[in-house]
């Protein structure tokens, strides 16, 4: 379970991008829906570790996300809004190179590792193509097989369907489905049925605070 409570934060232009985040978010999918400029990118780069919140705390089954941000990077996978990727590398060595910066610095083990996690998002057959020839929904594999080196407890996939035709975007979300079995999975996103088609529980966030939570068909319906 993660547990978000009175999270803040004022940008330096003034903005108030997050004002009073609660939020309790239970082990599977979890679908964090709101227009752009809502303040769910400003929400999972803080819980990414990648920018300070002004106020507020962020804990994940008691553990204090925000007091040692090295070990809470390694608990989690992120893969953000834009991912960059080197083109002209390969599938299998990008993600052995991201291996080694997750700390896998064995030889045999990354090498185990990278094929494990290129088959779970089905790139295993690909694996020797430029990241640069890939499809925008391969690409999103590629950045959730990444988001998963380590065995993360919480996975963050910020709008990650976005420019995914419809037959990539089911398989996205179903990949993601399978790791929500086991870790916390949050899924930002502006389109409602990435959300309805999905998760158990979501929250509608707008102008940084959280609008309503709950059972994604209730919840819209309740509207
Ligand atoms: P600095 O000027 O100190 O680099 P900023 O807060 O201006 O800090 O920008 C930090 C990052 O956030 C930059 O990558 C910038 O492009 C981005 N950024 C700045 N303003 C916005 C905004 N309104 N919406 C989204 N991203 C922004
Ligand atoms: P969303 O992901 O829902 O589109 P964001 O978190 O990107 O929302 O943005 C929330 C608000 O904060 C917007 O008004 C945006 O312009 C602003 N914002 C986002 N990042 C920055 C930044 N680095 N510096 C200044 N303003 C930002």
């Not at 993660?2 to 330096?12: D, E, G, N, P, V």
């Not at 390694?74 to 910066?101: C, D, N, T």
């Amino acid at each position: 379970m993660l547990t978000i409570r009175h999270l803040s934060k004022t940008y330096a232009n003034g903005v108030h991008a997050l004002r009073g985040i609660d939020l309790d978010i239970p082990q599977g999918m979890f679908g964090l829906l709101g227009p752009n400029g809502a303040g769910k990118s400003s929400l999972m780069r803080t819980i990414a570790t990648l920018q300070d919140p002004d106020q507020g705390s962020i804990e994940l089954d008691g553990t204090d996300l925000l007091a040692d941000k090295p070990a809470t990077r390694r608990l989690l996978g992120y893969l953000p809004q834009e991912f960059g990727v080197y083109p002209k590398v390969s599938a299998e060595a990008m993600l052995e190179h991201f291996a080694v910066l997750k700390g896998v610095t064995a030889r045999g083990e990354r090498r185990e590792l990278t094929e494990a996690l290129l088959r779970q998002v089905n790139l295993w057959d690909v694996r020797k193509r430029k990241l640069g020839s890939f499809s925008g929904g391969m690409r999103q594999r590629f950045g959730i097989a990444q988001a998963l080196i380590g065995s993360p407890k919480l996975v963050i996939v910020d709008e990650p369907t976005a420019g995914l035709d419809p037959e990539e975007r089911n398989r996205f979300l179903n990949l993601l489905a399978e790791i929500g079995e086991k870790v916390v999975v949050i899924l930002s996103t502006h389109i409602v049925a990435d959300v309805t088609d999905l998760c158990p529980r979501m929250a509608i966030i707008g102008q940084g605070q959280v609008l309503l939570t709950g059972e994604p068909r209730e919840a819209i319906r309740s509207l």
